[in-house]
């Protein structure tokens, strides 16, 4: 069983930076891909960028150019840079682990914009 946890979530304003981090409790190399989700209040999750084993990525549209994902295979660590931080990217941040046919979830971890 795998133990994904997350932190560095937290209040920040306007235009300001957060990085989450998403820590697992064994080898994340031979991980199929690992990835961000948000779940804002009233509205379902929504994926927000995954990461594969050949450190490939991806993201939903609403954070290109905003957000980062990378991976620190020897630190068995996943991170999100978010810069120019919206009001709309209020949610509950989940980082998800698949290694072939199994799905781990984070507890997840709060981030708040606003002034």
């Known amino acids: 069983q795998v133990r994904l946890v997350e932190s560095g979530g937290g209040l920040v304003q306007p235009g300001g930076s957060l990085r989450l981090s998403c820590a697992a409790s064994?080898?994340?190399?031979?991980?199929?891909?690992m990835g961000w989700y948000r779940q804002a209040p009233g509205k379902q999750r929504e994926w927000v960028a995954t990461i594969t084993s050949a450190g490939t990525t991806n993201y939903v549209d609403s954070v290109k150019g905003r957000f980062t994902i990378s991976r620190d295979n020897a630190k068995n660590t996943m991170y999100l840079q978010m810069n120019s931080l919206k009001s709309e990217d209020t949610a509950v941040y989940y980082c998800?682990?698949?290694?072939?046919?199994?799905?781990?979830w984070g507890q997840g971890t709060q981030v708040t914009v606003s002034s």
């Open positions: 064994t080898n994340i190399v031979s991980f199929n891909f």
């Open positions: 998800k682990s698949v290694w072939e046919n199994t799905v781990n």
